[in-house]
């Protein structure tokens, strides 16, 4: 249990209004995605990174769990409180976007900023950041690290981790560190930043993100293909990566999933197909997309697609 004397040192560092015991908060940050229920003992906002540093050599000292925690929107309980202790919440003043290198194509961002508003804000420059959890309308981007959050776009363009190139972050004994850098390339040393990606914040608390940019496709198209059985939708699957082209998303939706989504949302899809494909692509030029879907449409109907649509 936290004595009041923790409490007190906690609000000495951060100020009366940013740390909590009271009840309502407790509640608040109890829980994630998962649904799983874990009461923190006290809730605290830091403001800065010296307050990051301060608090976990503080609760370093005294043995006092810390769980850093974004939006809590994951599923693997990564900002749960399973053994007590206290919730160090980001979200409130770590939430701005510190520079969009157009020039270098990178990006240096805080933890709590979510994840679309990102991508919104580089997408107005013409630039493109990939990753793109289902939770993007609320998760951060600290939350995407820790979890290397990957998206429906992962097929072609990969997970967090690849857009990842440099982090600043405090250790446990409250030391500062910054791992890898602004650069395509960097051999020199060990790989620390990948090591903290999917580390849920066991092993440092992350306080800044430097993030690869792309240049933003021009031109995307999705299709769909329907088909009698599972198992020709998945061989569509395989010999769709295997031929030379790369969707950007391929999803998969069995005959439950159909009828689920159809009464909910009266889309018109087809009800007694045994599974769908729902498939998109991107590129610059209209005849790339023609290319692509040609091949689609080829292979799913090598593999028994009764009917493919294109949006």
């Known amino acids: 249990m936290l004595d009041k004397s923790h409490i007190q040192t ?10 909590y015991d009271d009840k309502a908060h407790l509640v608040a940050y109890c829980y994630d995605a998962t649904r799983e229920r874990y009461e923190p003992e006290a809730v605290v906002f830091p403001r800065n990174e010296a307050d990051v540093s301060a608090i976990l050599a503080y609760c370093n000292t005294h043995k006092i769990p810390v769980i850093p925690r974004g939006a809590g929107s994951g599923f693997t309980g990564g900002a749960l409180p399973v053994n007590g202790g206290i919730i160090l919440a980001m979200e409130r003043y770590f939430n701005r976007i510190l520079e969009i290198d157009e020039k270098n194509l990178v990006a240096r961002v805080q933890p709590g900023v979510v994840n679309k508003a990102f991508q919104e804000a580089v997408e107005k420059k013409g630039l493109f950041y990939p990753p793109d959890p289902a939770s993007q309308e609320y998760s951060t981007l600290g939350g995407n690290v820790s979890e290397n959050a990957g998206g429906m776009r992962a097929a072609k363009y990969g997970i967090t981790k690849d857009y990842v190139m440099a982090l ?144």
């Open 10 to 19: 906690l609000k000495s560092i951060v100020g009366e209004e940013n740390c």
């Open 168 to 311: 600043r972050a405090v250790l446990p004994n409250g030391d500062v560190i910054r791992a890898g850098k602004k650069t395509i390339k960097d051999v020199a040393g060990f790989n620390v930043a990948g090591i903290l990606i999917a580390s849920e914040g066991n092993l440092a608390v992350i306080t800044e993100i430097t993030l690869k940019l792309i240049a933003k496709p021009r031109l995307s198209r999705s299709a769909m293909g329907v088909f009698p059985n599972i198992e020709s939708a998945m061989n569509a699957v395989y010999k769709t990566m295997a031929s030379g082209i790369t969707p950007v998303a391929m999803e998969f939706l069995d005959n439950l999933s159909i009828r689920a989504v159809e009464e909910r949302f009266h889309k018109g899809l087809p009800i007694d197909a045994g599974a769908i494909l729902i498939t998109q692509v991107d590129g610059d030029l209209t005849e790339q997309l023609d290319f692509q879907l040609n091949i689609l449409s080829d292979k799913f109907k090598e593999n028994g697609c009764i009917d493919f649509r294109i949006a």
